[in-house]
């Protein structure tokens, strides 16, 4: 395997600091952090992006996500290990992440469950962890970037 090309964020050299400035903010908005590591992992499986979905897995892991949360993410509503917080973020990420699947994407049942559990600035946390996300996904799964080659 190798990838097509280098990572487009990193070839264009003022595109990766911005990206990193909007994940820290989402990291800074008052959502766990286990939390977000479920989503960033979530939302990379859903788009096949193996590079995410391996450094992803990794992050969580050291963020302090069991293995049985991290074996049974993809199929968190079968499963008893997820709080009814997180599976409001997952329930976001994925309708946020699959838009084209369904007329009203993020559906106002959709929302109101999540903000149910997360104020303004937590939505907003998790809104732009789960667009930064879809970014990374797009630009790896597009030029193939390999899994673990970025250490």
């Known amino acids: 395997m190798r990838s097509r090309m280098r990572n487009p ?3 264009l050299s003022g595109a990766m600091q911005p990206i990193q400035e909007i994940m820290r903010a989402a990291q800074s908005g008052g959502v ?3 939390t977000l590591e479920l989503v960033h992992l979530r939302v990379s499986q859903i788009n096949g992006c193996s590079a995410c979905v391996d450094s992803g897995a990794k992050t969580a892991r050291k963020s302090g ?3 049985e949360r991290l074996a049974t993410v993809a199929v968190w509503r079968e499963t ?3 709080t009814e917080e997180e599976r409001a973020a997952l329930l976001l990420a994925e309708a946020a992440t699959r838009l ?3 007329p009203d994407a993020v559906s106002d049942e959709v929302w109101d469950t999540a903000a149910t559990y ?3 600035n937590q939505l907003a946390a998790l809104v732009l962890m789960i667009g930064v996300t879809n970014l990374f ?3 790896n799964a ?3 970037q390999i899994a673990g080659a970025w250490g």
Do not use: H, I
Request: cysteine-free.
């Open 65 to 67: 996500v069991s293995d």
């Open 142 to 144: 597009t030029t193939r």
């Open 137 to 139: 996904n797009r630009l």
């Open 80 to 82: 008893p290990y997820f």
């Open 9 to 11: 964020a990193v070839v």
């Open 118 to 120: 997360f104020d303004e």
């Open 32 to 34: 766990d952090g286990q």
């Open 100 to 102: 084209a699947d369904r």
